[in-house]
Antibody, heavy 118, light 110 residues
């Protein structure tokens, strides 16, 4: 079964850091682009980042550039999102997503909640 | 303000048909493939349509997609109460070098 399981969410103060992890199984992780998508409470979906199969190409939404870093460990079938200088507006459910061709998001994790508040 | 524009809400009766529009520009929909996602209440989004008009296995043919120019459309026929959900269109924007979504359409089946 193809599965993505996120972890690492929680409550953090503004300016703080958090590292999200995503464990992948049931497909060739090292052969897949991956993505992070977030959803603020009561709001729509927002694309956050894409990372190429080998990590050699990464794209970010402007609002997180310089603060968030995505990486992957293909040997561990894992995707990561390091989030620094967190702001209240980063509060959201963060989804780990498998990308098929042409920005098609074909597998979604269950999401992990990040709350930035003092 | 989303890059792609969708109607915030739509409603229709069970058994009826609904079409949800997604409007973009030449740098996103006009140049790239569109996907559609269904998000049932309290759950993660699920892929409904990819490559403008293709259905993943397991998605009933009541769901269809199309694209023309800088707009895309999701069609749902034979509406069921279980279709009540938020629907999102998504694609890549070649000018922004970023993924983009529509703001989402809340479908009510009443």
């Amino acid at each position: 079964e193809v599965q993505l399981v996120e972890s690492g969410g929680g409550l953090v103060q503004p300016g703080g850091s958090l590292r999200l992890s995503c464990a992948a199984s049931g497909f060739t992780f090292g052969g897949s682009w991956m993505s992070w998508v977030r959803q603020a409470p009561g709001k729509g979906l927002e694309w956050v980042a894409n990372i190429k199969e080998d990590g050699g190409k990464i794209y970010y939404v402007d609002s997180v550039k310089g603060r968030f870093t995505t990486s992957r460990d293909n040997a561990k079938n894992s995707l990561y999102l390091q989030m620094n200088s967190l702001r209240a507006e980063d509060t959201a459910v963060y989804y780990c997503v498998k990308l098929a061709a042409r920005q098609c998001m074909d597998v979604w994790g269950q999401g992990t909640t990040v709350t930035v508040s003092s | 303000q989303s890059v792609l524009t969708q109607p915030p809400s739509m409603s229709a009766a069970p058994g009826q048909k609904v079409t949800i529009s997604c409007s973009g520009s030449s740098s996103n929909i006009g140049r790239n493939y569109v996907s559609w996602y269904q998000q049932l209440p309290g759950t993660a989004p699920k892929l409904l349509i990819y490559d403008n008009d293709k259905r993943p296995s397991g998605i009933p043919d009541r769901f269809s997609g199309s694209k023309s120019g800088t707009s895309a459309t999701l069609g749902i026929t034979g509406l069921q109460t279980g279709d009540e959900a938020d629907y999102y269109c998504g694609t890549w924007d070649s000018s922004l070098s970023a993924g983009v979504f529509g703001g989402g359409t809340k479908l009510t089946v009443l």
